[in-house]
């Protein structure tokens, strides 16, 4: 099929949700893939944060390979070794004593949600009220659309689940005055990836957990999208020297295997006993043999060290475009998650970018993302620059 045979397909078949750029993949291999008419590209987009390895890395191929020869599914009434160990290996590296498998960053939010409400009713008097901020993303569920505090995202949903109150962003102030005797929890991201790459100064999750500390609340961390090494370190919160009471994983914990996870400390996750919450697929084991490839290569095949060496130099390349380019305002991030924000939209950029062979995206109107995989090499950033700086000199 070519890409507007696959692209008609689509059109006549499919829910019109998503607005697609006029291209079909159907091969990768790190950090380039290729369209149905043979046309090769460099990924700077990593499949929205979840190919952090890469396509096709060898040792997720190799693990999710083997399992699905040896035993595809079972479910949540029974044990599987995969599920074991991958809870064992998020546990044995961050702060967390339990883990909920789920599918999803929606369903790991909820799952979160569920379990703040569920601790509030049995360990801090019934509160139930959860505080999150402006510009961020939670999810397209009811419950995570209630959280998300953009209202394009909410528009037309009526009526929302209550129990949430929105706050702006890298304000503490703000989010002490808004604490309230219903609040039972905080629930931020470490870096707003979807509302911009918008990047809290250092100390606001310090300042969170202080907060959190002194009126007995909950630190929830939405780490859907910055964790599993995406700012070069294996969580966001370790660059912070403090520890979240819930943090939710998805995107990249799979290696492109849907999965999701919610962590918590063990004297909150006791809130989840029998029956309070569960998930047919949670914790399958492709998925979860997939993910336990992806932590051990993170953390052992070099990828973090990389993620940082390699995060600098791009945010270096970044910074040079601001004296170039007068329409570049501001760039930003952390590791290889890097924004740079434009006085004018990004969309014709994007557009003009993928024409070039560039995958990049446009994220809150005029912020340029550039979400990598972390395997990438110099060579390929200056690759990807030589591109982006043609785009721009055109623009
Ligand atoms: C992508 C994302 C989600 C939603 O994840 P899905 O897997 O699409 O449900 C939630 N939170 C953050 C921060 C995200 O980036």
Same mark, same amino acid.
């Given at each position: 099929?070519?890409? =507007? ?13 998503? /607005? #697609? ?38 040792? *997720? ?19 599987? !070794? ?5 809870? %064992? ?13 789920? @599918?999803?960053?929606?369903?790991? @939010? ?5 379990? /703040? ?6 360990? #801090? ?24 505090? =953009?209202?394009?995202? #909410?528009?037309?949903?009526? $009526? ?37 790459? +918008? ?10 957990? %202080? ?12 780490? *859907? ?10 969580? /966001? ?29 063990? %004297? +909150? ?14 914790? @399958? ?9 992806? *932590? ?6 070099? *990828? ?38 434009? %006085? ?22 005029? +912020?340029? #993302?550039?979400? $990598? ?7 390929? !950033? ?14």
């Amino acid at each position: 099929m070519t890409n =507007q045979e696959i692209i008609d397909l689509n059109a006549k078949y499919l829910c019109t949700t998503y /607005a #697609r750029f006029p291209v079909a993949f159907v091969r990768g291999q790190g950090c380039r893939l290729w369209d149905a008419d043979g046309k090769a590209y460099l990924d700077f987009f990593a499949s929205l944060a979840v190919m952090n390895l890469g396509q096709c890395h060898p040792a *997720v191929v190799k693990a999710v390979q083997e399992q699905v020869a040896t035993l595809t599914h079972i479910s949540n009434l029974h044990h599987t !070794i995969p599920q074991a160990r991958l809870a %064992e290996l998020l546990c044995t590296n961050s702060f967390a004593d339990k883990v909920f498998f789920c @599918n999803s960053g929606a369903e790991a @939010n909820e799952a979160a949600i569920k379990l /703040a409400r569920k601790f509030g009713g049995d360990k #801090r008097e019934g509160r139930y009220e959860i505080l999150t901020t402006l510009g961020s993303f939670h999810g397209r569920t009811m419950a995570t659309i209630s959280a998300t505090g =953009q209202e394009k995202v #909410r528009q037309g949903f009526a $009526p929302l689940l209550e129990g949430f109150r929105y706050v702006p962003y890298d304000d503490l102030s703000a989010m002490e005055a808004a604490i309230s005797e219903r609040t039972v929890a905080i629930f931020v991201e470490p870096i707003q990836g979807e509302g911009g790459v +918008v990047t809290p100064r250092p100390g606001y999750l310090k300042g969170l957990r %202080e907060l959190c500390n002194h009126h007995r609340l909950l630190l929830l961390l939405d780490e *859907v999208q910055t964790g599993m090494g995406r700012t070069g370190k294996l969580f /966001a919160y370790e660059h912070e020297g403090i520890t979240p009471d819930i943090m939710t994983l998805a995107k990249a914990l799979g290696g492109g295997i849907p999965i999701g996870a919610m962590l918590a400390r063990g %004297e +909150v996750a006791e809130s989840f006993n029998l029956g309070s919450h569960g998930s047919t697929f949670g914790g @399958n084991a492709i998925a979860c043999a997939s993910g336990t490839a992806v *932590v051990n290569t993170l953390l052992h095949g070099g *990828v973090l060290e990389n993620c940082r060496a390699m995060g600098e130099y791009f945010l270096n390349r970044l910074q040079a475009l601001k004296g170039k380019f007068s329409f570049v305002k501001e760039v930003r991030g952390k590791g290889l998650i890097l924004g740079a924000e434009l %006085e004018r939209e990004g969309a014709p950029i994007v557009e003009a970018c993928l024409k070039e062979g560039l995958l990049i995206n446009t994220t809150g109107g005029k +912020v340029l #993302r550039f979400i $990598p995989p972390l395997i990438v090499t110099k060579a390929e !950033i200056d690759e990807g620059f030589t591109i982006l700086e043609k785009v721009l000199a055109q623009q």
